[in-house]
């Protein structure tokens, strides 16, 4: 295994989950994360029809959600690196609008800027 290439960089996080999960040690994962959401999936279905069975239609459709989430974000590791990629983004931006809002970054012993 060649540990040089799990230690480059990109640019973004996408690009590196990418490269990882194309790795050996990767596919090991995606096989083992595969098995995990067929697992997941089966015990949501299971979950669906007993609750079905026994009246509690909420209880099903959380079932049947949590299965879709978790069981979806199993299966498909890339797009589940992406949606990670966009969701840090989103808050590195949000951190970045409120330290702005703030008055920037400063260290502990000393006063904010005067306005």
Request: charged share 10%; aromatic share 4%; net charge positive.
């Amino acid at each position: 295994m060649n540990l040089l290439v799990l230690a480059q960089t990109t640019a973004d996080g996408s690009g590196a989950i990418n490269e990882f999960l194309n790795s050996p040690l990767g596919g090991m994962i995606k096989k083992l994360a595969g098995v995990i959401a067929a697992v997941v999936i089966i015990y949501g279905l299971f979950k669906i029809v007993t609750s079905a069975a026994q009246g509690r239609a909420g209880a099903a459709f959380r079932a049947f959600l949590v299965m879709l989430v978790v069981g979806g974000a199993l299966l498909k590791l890339d797009l589940t690196g992406k949606m990670l990629d966009s969701g840090l983004k989103v808050a590195e931006g949000g951190i970045s609008q409120i330290s702005d809002i703030v008055g920037g970054s400063s260290s502990p012993g000393t006063p904010p800027p005067a306005n």
